[in-house]
């Protein structure tokens, strides 16, 4: 038996077993999760020593560690609550903020969330933080990125463990890592992306509503970043759902949410 239908055996084995919060969708999950931690942290401390960080003292970083701070308690009570709290095992949750105009926003498995200060004029407030931050949160709690890891070393690295992989192919390894957990793209990804990119709305608007924040406000955060100017891709050559059809889906799941908001 070929290392490749070894591989492809253990992948049935894995999404037989794993599931995520909230969606219950079933996931494949191939690589060590305290490997995919470790590799989080080096590239973690690689970009907040390249990037210009923001101080704790800016107005800026305060408020997204406040936020992050709520929505990281609501979603590790949740899964307390759910008895799914290995999902968390050994985070360390850290908030900053790059002086940087990107668009954008991410959290490292292990609890890592980086905010760009090109996506607070969108955000605006702590609400529309709150929809980014449940968001981001709720990729690394559904390790979305160890499943696109996973799917990118299937194609890549088929049999290798993520340490032989590293060691063989360091700088593709690491930019499989930084495009699973979402600095950077592939089209290669893209079917897995719009998936976790539509279950991590759903599962944090769940966060945001626990944490105090209405969930209300994420159709309204979409609307503006769908008005923000520019050429969208269409959604076929799109990491992320249109913004049509992610508003929608987020109307639709907003009873669900509005059950864990408390104001």
Not at 41 to 48: C, T
Not at 88 to 106: I, M, R, S, Y
Not at 151 to 171: D, K, Y
Not at 187 to 210: P, T
């Amino acid at each position: 038996m070929n290392l490749r239908l070894l591989f492809l055996i253990g992948i049935l084995g894995v999404q037989s077993c794993a599931k995520v919060p909230i969606t219950g969708r079933r996931q494949m999950n191939l690589v060590d999760e305290a490997s995919i931690m470790t590799m989080a942290n080096e590239q973690y401390v690689e970009v907040m020593r390249t990037g210009k960080v923001l101080p704790a003292s800016d107005p800026r970083s305060l408020m997204v560690k406040k936020v992050g701070d709520r929505i990281a308690a609501s979603a590790t009570q949740y899964l307390k609550d759910h008895r799914a709290s290995n999902r968390v095992a050994g985070f360390q949750w850290e908030f900053k903020v790059l002086d940087e105009p990107t668009v954008n926003a991410w959290c490292m498995p292990g609890g890592k969330v980086a905010f760009y200060t090109g996506i607070l004029p969108v955000t605006k407030d702590e609400t529309g933080l709150a929809v980014v931050m449940g968001h981001e949160v709720a990729h690394a709690i559904a390790r979305h990125g160890n499943e696109r890891m996973s799917q990118g070393m299937a194609v890549q690295a088929a049999g290798m463990t993520l340490e032989v992989f590293t060691a063989q192919n360091p700088g593709l390894a690491r930019d499989l890592f930084l495009q699973s957990v979402g600095i950077g793209s592939s089209l290669g990804m893209l079917a897995y992306s719009r998936k976790h990119e539509s279950e991590a709305d759903k599962m944090g608007l769940v966060f945001m509503a626990m944490a105090g924040y209405d969930p209300r406000e994420a159709p309204k955060f979409w609307e503006r970043m769908s008005s923000g100017g520019g050429q969208t891709p269409p959604e076929l050559l799109s990491t992320h759902p249109s913004d049509e059809t992610r508003i929608r889906d987020l109307e639709a799941y907003m009873s669900e949410a509005l059950k864990y908001y408390t104001p």
